[in-house]
């Protein structure tokens, strides 16, 4: 439990292989090259997929046994599918229809009791009450980076969004979000920082950290993901040769908790979860 994750690490990129060769197809229901890299750097599909290994790691280290997962950005399969094989409940929001019925293919496939659920609803609007009634002892999820993939152009989608009209949806359902999780709960987010037109950083993880604690959670950690470079190297020659600007290959992995850490640790209980394979 350091506050660095290196998934360049070849038993991380080996767990994450166990993971895929399940069958995950996390980049199913999602279009190609949202990223929009060109042709020569595209080795993969040019779109984001989240890593199942980090999802496992947060899940065994702040989830009770069978506890609710509420993740208000689903995207992808990943993070329901891990959560099901793990034994634990999930419950999923994304905007796009195509991308649930994809999710629920995926899930069909490969999850058991308890099974995944996902459902097309806007986490941004004013109803996210009406939809998801419970209570989560875990919010886990990963907010479009502002326009860097554009998803749809859908109305309530904030990745087509300017971004002060982005950060501002963004923090009002960080908001709506606390008010589902349990007291002495945990919650992490997975965010990257993004530049503006200019190249200046906009300060997505500062938005993030400062809705939390808005909504009355304490901010409790932060852990630094160092990611595998992918496309990296052949993409960051340019732009540091045209304005000194070095390729980014972190994300910020954004902790907090709801009451008291100590009581949410003795209810984590030391109970292992379900055994994925």
Known sequence: PFSVLDAKQGYWQDRKREWIDLGLKSGEGRGKNLLNYSVVARMDTGTSIFDPVLCEIFYRWFVPQGGLIFDAFAGGSVRGVVASRLGFNYTGFDIRQEQVEANQIQAKDLCSDPMPKWRCLDSCGKNMHRHFKGQAD??????P???LEVYSDLPGDISNMPWDVFAGSLRHSIKQQAKRLKDNRFAAYVVSDI???????????????????EA?????????????LGTLPLRVRGQWEKSRKPGRAHQNVLLFVKGDPKLAKQDLGDTPCKDPF
């Not at 875990?138 to 907010?143: K, V």
């Not at 009355?216 to 595998?228: C, H, M, Q, R, T």
Request: include cysteine.
């Open 138 to 143: 875990f919010l886990f999820s990963c907010p």
């Open 145 to 147: 980076y502002g326009d």
């Open 195 to 213: 530049r503006g037109k200019d190249g200046e950083y906009l300060g997505l993880p500062e938005v993030v950290r400062s809705s939390f604690c």
């Open 216 to 228: 009355g959670l304490k901010y409790y950690g932060e852990i630094v993901l160092l990611n595998a």
